[in-house]
């Protein structure tokens, strides 16, 4: 054959008979061709029509299948060719194919798919959709003797993977097991790279992370972790890093967290224990990590402060006050918090003196490590009166608080200082921690926070100002007159929005208010009377009762 052109005019042709021969010669030739120059041989096969007679070439007993298939995934290649290839039909051909036993037509079939639906989720979810999810699984445990084939399917798995509406497939499927099975015979870097791009996406999915873990992945990666912990190789530490990062995603499963927690007794568990006081940032961040996971609810938290978890990251966090490694500062404060979150661990960690290392990174100017401090010393003094005195006298993390206060670019850190702020006056109701809070300037922002979106935070701070105004009116005088807290107060009760805790609290706030005499003005200027009458009638029993109180009051001092 001379040229291409007549290679493509004869194939026209023989491709409407069974003239098997004469269609293989031409298919020779276009792969050659194609090989030459994909990008203008791809064309041409799009300006002579060739797509759309292909389908009929596409059967299980046609000798000529793979190279047909070939073509198409060559062709695929280019992104100008991929709607064309769809377009002529080729897809359920394609995926009729894969159910064949040649490994030749399976390998140049799935590339086909591949190619043509590459980075198009539409084109992928209509895969999925079409069942190729449990064929090619079945296809991983028949052939994971051929790498050609096993690594199609695993180029596959990853690009469906991505997919959310992919996920209920392939958990019905015994995929979790076959790639187990698969990772265990690997010796090779780049292959054990290739089962861990499948695996990530697949293990943010709670049903797959726990077939993971009945699998036996768990295992797999430990081992690997053993071997590159002391690697100095690019491909150690890549891996190292890998296999940590999967096994903290395992744990974010309840029920797979939990399997492998085994009432705190699991060899699992014990293994990542040993992680935090390794010389390894990575394996340090990792076993951090892994603590905070298995820190999500009270049973394993009670277990872990008794069983001495609260001092090995203490001491890795004295590690990294001088080494300033913000991942692992992260994540073990991150672990102390959620620690803290059981009534009965409070004392026993405060004990175990967290407060005073956590108030070693004060200075940090890391928002993520400044914002799980102060979900820590929140979580700390919750409940627990001499800690929020003794923080609260602190003039420091005052000082710090009403600065992170104004931290507009970092809502969370902002939100989480005036919450830590409204905290160590309501669990210490002290008069010096008021006086403190006052000094530094805290008052304003605590008022600010009344008329937060959050009402969990609107009735701290209300609570907090409650606090205040009973323990030291005279001295906050000044800063409730400039933050204008009665006008605030009368947008929070006239605004039917507000949930009845924050009408009540408003209420007892205004009564507390009315023994300064630049604040009563207020209150009598803004009519707070007609406002409160109307709330006698309010459904909630305790407010339309404080309504009465307070209007009492409101008449008494008019």
């Not at 937060?452 to 323990?471: C, D, F, R, T």
């Amino acid at each position: 054959m001379d040229n291409l052109s007549e290679a493509l005019e004869k194939l026209k042709l023989v491709s409407t008979d069974s003239a098997a021969g004469s269609v293989e010669g031409c298919l020779d030739y276009l792969l050659k061709a194609l090989a030459s120059n994909n990008t203008e041989t791809s064309m041409k096969i799009q300006e002579t029509g060739i797509l759309p007679l292909l389908p009929t070439l596409l059967t299980p007993q046609c000798s000529c299948t793979p190279k047909v298939a070939n073509i198409i995934a060559e062709v695929a290649k280019n992104e100008f060719m991929r709607t064309p290839c769809v377009e002529a039909g080729l897809i359920p051909p394609l995926i009729q194919l894969l159910t064949s036993t040649d490994q030749e037509v399976l390998l140049q079939t799935g590339r086909a798919l591949g190619n043509i639906c590459y980075d198009s989720h539409s084109l992928q979810a209509q895969l999925i959709n079409m069942g190729v999810i449990p064929t090619l699984v079945k296809l991983l445990g028949l052939h994971s003797h051929n790498a050609a084939l096993t690594e199609m399917c695993l180029i596959a798995f990853g690009n469906l993977a991505e997919l959310e509406s992919s996920k209920e497939q392939f958990a019905s499927t015994n995929i979790a097991e076959e790639l187990v099975r698969l990772f265990q015979k690997q010796t090779e870097h780049e292959k054990k790279e290739m089962i861990f791009e499948v695996l990530a996406p697949l293990a943010e999915n709670d049903v797959i992370k726990l077939q993971l873990v009945e699998a036996g992945l768990v295992e797999c990666l430990l081992e690997v972790v053993a071997q590159t912990v002391d690697g100095e190789r690019e491909e150690d530490i890549a891996q190292l890093k890998t296999a940590s990062d999967l096994m903290v995603l395992l744990l974010l499963g309840d029920e797979s967290m939990q399997k492998l927690f085994e009432g705190g007794k699991g060899s699992v568990f014990q293994r990542v224990l040993s992680w935090i006081p390794s010389h390894n940032h990575q394996l340090q961040l990792a076993g951090a990590l892994a603590i905070a996971n298995f820190a999500r609810n009270d049973g394993n938290c009670i277990h872990m402060v008794d069983t001495g978890i609260v001092q090995k990251l203490l001491e890795l966090l004295d590690r990294h006050v001088e080494e300033g490694n913000v991942t692992v500062q992260h994540a073990a404060l991150s672990a102390l918090r959620n620690l803290a979150i059981p009534v009965v661990n409070k004392s026993k960690m405060l004990s175990a003196g967290v407060a005073d290392v956590v108030l070693k990174f004060l200075q940090s100017e890391m928002p993520p490590v400044q914002f799980k401090l102060l979900g820590t010393l929140r979580m700390l003094i919750d409940t627990q009166a001499e800690a929020a005195d003794q923080l609260g006298t602190n003039g420091k993390l005052v000082e710090r608080l009403v600065e992170w206060c104004e931290a507009k670019d970092h809502a969370g850190v902002m939100g989480e200082s005036n919450r830590l702020l409204s905290a160590l006056i309501r669990h210490s109701k002290s008069k010096d921690v008021v006086r403190t809070v006052i000094q530094g300037g805290g008052v304003k922002h605590l008022v600010t926070m009344a008329t937060s979106e959050h009402m969990i935070m609107q009735n701290e701070a209300l609570v907090a100002l409650g606090l205040i105004a009973g323990l030291d009116l005279v001295a906050a005088e000044k800063d409730f007159v400039g933050a204008s807290l009665v006008s605030v107060l009368h947008r929070l009760l006239s605004d039917d929005r507000s949930a009845p805790e924050i009408k009540y609290n408003s209420m007892i706030l205004i009564c507390a208010v009315m023994g300064s005499e630049p604040l009563h003005k207020e209150v009598q200027s803004l009519a707070f009377i007609d406002v409160v009458a109307k709330l006698r009638a309010h459904e909630n029993k305790t407010v339309s009762h404080q309504a009465s109180l307070t209007e009492q009051r409101l008449t008494a001092q008019s």
